[in-house]
C-alpha cells in the first residue's frame, strides 16, 4: 500500500528531499535521536497532554491506532467540542491536529502545540500543512493558531496554566505558506514511491544541519579538514565551496576570499602547524589579576519552572567548580558544590560559592555569557546576593576569547572553538577518560539522580562522575592559562 504523506514527512520533504526519501523507504539508515533529543521530545509530549488543560471540555482520540483514530474522529466531529490528536485523512494525505477546536459557528479552528518559547516558521507551516489536509476532507477550518510556553511566565508556586502558555494567531501567515502545497505536495509523493533516493548533494540549504537526521551520513565522504569546519562562517561560505566542488580546506583557492579567521585557518591546516599570536596572549595574560578563580556552573532546564521563582527554560545551576590559584604557579585550591536533594539549589549553592570566591582577583570562565546569565538570574531571585554578584561580574575574564578571535589555532581543533577541541589542541588533555564527558549529559545525570530509581550505589557512582566532570572544566582552564604562559616565554 502506498505511503500516506503526513506532516512530519511534509516537512522532511519540504527541508530535504533526500531525507523525505530515507525516512519512508529506507529509516533504518537514520540515526536514533541523541539522549538530549529524545529529552527534547519527551517534553513536547508533556506540553502537549499539559495544554489539552487549556479545553477542558475536550475529548482525546487514541493516536495509537491508525484507522481507529480517523475512524473515531469522523464520529467525534458531531460531538462539537475540542479533539485532542483529531486525525484525518484525503487522498493520500494524512494529519493529525493536537487540538481541534470548534468556532460555534460551524467550523473549526487548529491549535499546533510545541514546547518551544517562541512561534517558528517551522510551526506555521505544520499547521498549515494540517488545514490543508482537513481542508481537502471537506472540514471547514477558519483559524490557525500556534500555542507555545510563554518564557516571561514567573512560577510562584501556584501554577496558573492561562499564563503559562502563549496563543498566537498564524492563520495569515499560514495562508501564504499553503500556496506552495499544490507544487510540493505532488513532488513529494512521487519521491516518496521512487524506487531510487533522489540525488541531493550538500549545498547552502544544508546550512545549519546540525539539525539535520541525514548531515552525518550526507558528510562522511568529506575529508576530516572539510570546508564545512571553517570558523566564523556566518556566510555559509563552506557549502558554497562544496557547491563549486571544493571539500577539502588544503584545495581551497588562495585568491577565494575567506575572512581573517578562515585565512588562518586555511594556512594551519595546509602548514600543519599551530597559530599563535603571542602579542595578544600575552596582553590576555597581563589582564589578569591574582587571585585567580577558575569557575564553571552545570545547569539544567525544563520547559516546566523547576522551583517557585524561576521561569520555563530557565537554566538553574546545580553544581559549580571553583579552583583558586594564588600566585603562578601555585598549586590549585579546589572547592566544589553539587546538589543532593529535590530543595532549590540556588540558595544553597550560591551563599557556598560567596563563602569561596573572595571579592578580589579575575574570575576565568569559558563563554562568559553563560556564567554572567547565571549570575545576574542569581541577583534578581536574590536581592541580598546583588552586591556581592555585582563584584564578580566586574572581574569575569572570558578565556575563549583568545580562540574566539584566534590569538591561538590549531588544525587538531578542526574548525571548533569548543573547550573539548581546544583543550586537546593545546594540552593534550581530554575528557576521553570520563563516563560524563559534555555539558549535555551533566544535566541528564542530575536529573537521573533526582528522578529515577536507583540504588545508593549507582546514585553515588552518577554523583562522583559529575563532580569529576566539572571539576575536569575548571581544571582545563588552569592548564589553558599554563600552556599560554609557556607559549609567550617559547
Not at 563584584?391 to 588544525?411: A, H, M, Q, W
Request: aromatic content about 12%; some cysteine; overall charge negative.
Amino acid at each position: 500500500m502506498a505511503s500516506y504523506l503526513s506532516k512530519s514527512k511534509y516537512i522532511s520533504g519540504h527541508r530535504c528531499l533526500k531525507l523525505l526519501w530515507t525516512y519512508v523507504n529506507n529509516k533504518s539508515v537514520i540515526p536514533p535521536p541523541s539522549t538530549t533529543a529524545q529529552y527534547i521530545l519527551d517534553q513536547g509530549t508533556d506540553i502537549g497532554i499539559l495544554a489539552q488543560k487549556l479545553f477542558p471540555t475536550g475529548k482525546l482520540i487514541d493516536p495509537s491506532n491508525f484507522w481507529g483514530s480517523i475512524n473515531t474522529t469522523k464520529t467525534c466531529l458531531n460531538l462539537g467540542i475540542p479533539l485532542f490528536e483529531a486525525a484525518i485523512t484525503s487522498d493520500r494525505l494524512y494529519a493529525r491536529a493536537d487540538i481541534l477546536a470548534p468556532d460555534n459557528e460551524g467550523g473549526w479552528y487548529i491549535y499546533e502545540v510545541k514546547s518551544s518559547a517562541s512561534v517558528k516558521e517551522e510551526h506555521i507551516r505544520d499547521v498549515a500543512f494540517q488545514r490543508y489536509v482537513f481542508t481537502h476532507a471537506k472540514l471547514k477550518i477558519t483559524k490557525c493558531f500556534v500555542i507555545v510556553i510563554n518564557s516571561s511566565y514567573l512560577y510562584d508556586g501556584d501554577f496558573k496554566l492561562n499564563e503559562f502558555f502563549r496563543i498566537e494567531d498564524v492563520t495569515e501567515k499560514a495562508d501564504a505558506i499553503s500556496e506552495q502545497f499544490d507544487n510540493e505536495i505532488p513532488t513529494m509523493l512521487s519521491v516518496m514511491d521512487s524506487p531510487s533516493c533522489p540525488v541531493v548533494s550538500l549545498g547552502t540549504y544544508c546550512k545549519g544541519a546540525r539539525y539535520c537526521e541525514m548531515i552525518e551520513l550526507c558528510s562522511a565522504d568529506l575529508p576530516e579538514q572539510n570546508v564545512t569546519t571553517l570558523v566564523a562562517d556566518n556566510e555559509g561560505t563552506g557549502m558554497k565551496l562544496i557547491m563549486d566542488g571544493i571539500y577539502d580546506i588544503k584545495d581551497i583557492p588562495e585568491d577565494y576570499e575567506l575572512n581573517r579567521k578562515q585565512e588562518i585557518q586555511r594556512k594551519c591546516t595546509i602548514e600543519n602547524i599551530a597559530y599563535i599570536d603571542s602579542i595578544n596572549i600575552k596582553g590576555f595574560l597581563d589582564s589578569l589579576e591574582y587571585p585567580l578563580y577558575f569557575l564553571d556552573f552545570e545547569t539544567v532546564q525544563k520547559a516546566f519552572p523547576m522551583f517557585p521563582y524561576s521561569h520555563p527554560y530557565q537554566q538553574i545551576p546545580f553544581q559549580y567548580s571553583l579552583h583558586r590559584v594564588d600566585y603562578p604557579n601555585a598549586e590549585p585550591v579546589h572547592f566544589e558544590y553539587l546538589n543532593n536533594d529535590d530543595k532549590d539549589p540556588r540558595p544553597r549553592l550560591f551563599a557556598k560559592l560567596r563563602d569561596e570566591i573572595g571579592t578580589k582577583g579575575s574570575v576565568l570562565v569559558y563563554y562568559d555569557e553563560f556564567e554572567k546569565s547565571r549570575l545576574k538570574e542569581a541577583s534578581q531571585f536574590m536581592p541580598e546576593y546583588s552586591e556581592w554578584i555585582e563584584n564578580v561580574l566586574e572581574r569575569i575574564v572570558d578565556v575563549f576569547e583568545p580562540f574566539k578571535n584566534l590569538y591561538y589555532y590549531s588544525p587538531a581543533q578542526n574548525g571548533s572553538l569548543s573547550l573539548k577541541k581546544v583543550l586537546p589542541a593545546l594540552t593534550g588533555v581530554t575528557y576521553d577518560d570520563l563516563e560524563i564527558r559534555c555539558g549535555e549529559d551533566a544535566p541528564r545525570a542530575y536529573q537521573r539522580c533526582r528522578e529515577a530509581q536507583l540504588t545508593r550505589e549507582e546514585y553515588d557512582h552518577l554523583y562522583s562522575e559529575m563532580l569529576k566532570y566539572c571539576s575536569r572544566d575548571t581544571e582545563a582552564l588552569i592548564r589553558i592559562i599554563q600552556e599560554f604562559r609557556k607559549l609567550i616565554s617559547a
